[in-house]
């Protein structure tokens, strides 16, 4: 989970490249997952918590990553 940012790139680019950053930091077995683009981010806010909701309830482990540590290109 990062905080909400601007995307450099298509959703699934930006969810590839978190997925490979993370195994180069030998992490395994995480699944990144970005929320569909909008200009409102009240609204990409909203849709990340409900993501959130519904992963834990499933089960899943959510992991902080905050955004200097995988920072957008510029």
């Given amino acids: 989970m990062t905080q ?6 298509r959703r699934e680019v930006v969810e590839s490249e ?10 395994s077995g995480f699944v990144a997952q ?7 981010k ?4 909203n849709a990340q ?3 959130i909701e519904f992963n834990r309830k499933l089960g ?4 902080e990553l905050r955004e200097k ?6």
């Fill in 42 to 45: 009240v609204a990409v806010v």
């Fill in 18 to 27: 978190l997925e490979a950053f993370l195994k180069r930091e030998s992490l």
């Fill in 34 to 40: 970005c929320p569909q683009p909008s200009p409102n």
């Fill in 4 to 9: 909400v940012f601007s995307a450099y790139a």
């Fill in 49 to 51: 918590t409900t993501a």
């Fill in 60 to 63: 899943a482990v959510m992991h």
């Fill in 69 to 74: 540590e995988f920072p957008p290109h510029q």
